[in-house]
């Protein structure tokens, strides 16, 4: 329900810009979280089902440390490389202050565009969107602090052809 962030915001100005040519709406018919909200957000219109949820603005990236593994298994690994950066994040060696510091600014970077393409999507304020610290919403509440426009389920859509409900 969540996804990656390469390629998301290229594709997220791209239905953002379509806009113009074709009305786009969005269900989640279950949850769109993250990079998935990314997408719903660009649309239209958001809509929810009354349990399905959104949100999830944020940024996460993890390095696992499986050099301890890696010792009790009797393996050791032997890395050659050139760039003093190249070995950033190998997971068969703790992380540096460096690399963490790195990752860091990566992740704050990617957070900022993130919340500047959501306040623009859904018309908000980047304070507004921040407020929500990458929580999940789940159905009127959605609707209540503007990630979502109405409630509705994706089989009404299908048998009128047309959002009515709570529009």
């Known amino acids: ?20 040519k074709k009305r786009i709406i ?11 909200y990314a997408i719903a957000s660009s649309a239209e219109k958001v809509f929810v089902s009354r349990t399905s949820g959104i949100g999830s603005i944020g940024v996460i990236a993890s390095h696992i440390d499986q050099s301890g593994f890696d010792e009790k298994q009797g ?12 070995n950033d994040l ?15 600014k990566e992740v704050d970077r990617l957070y900022e565009m993130f919340v500047q393409l959501i306040a623009r999507n859904r018309g908000l304020s980047i304070e507004k969107i ?33 959002i009515t409900m709570n529009e």
């Open 26 to 36: 969005a269900i989640a018919n279950d949850d769109a979280y993250s990079a998935a």
């Open 1 to 20: 329900p969540g996804g990656e962030v390469n390629g998301i915001f290229d594709l997220a100005d791209f239905i953002y810009e379509s806009r113009a």
């Open 90 to 104: 190998n997971p068969h060696e703790p992380m540096t202050s460096e690399s963490l510091e790195s990752l860091q």
């Open 130 to 162: 921040r407020s929500t610290e990458a929580g999940l919403y789940f159905g009127e509440k959605a609707v209540e602090i503007g990630l979502a426009d109405g409630i509705t389920i994706l089989s009404s859509i299908n048998k009128n052809r047309s």
């Open 75 to 86: 393996i050791k690994y032997t890395t050659v490389f050139a760039g003093s950066r190249k």
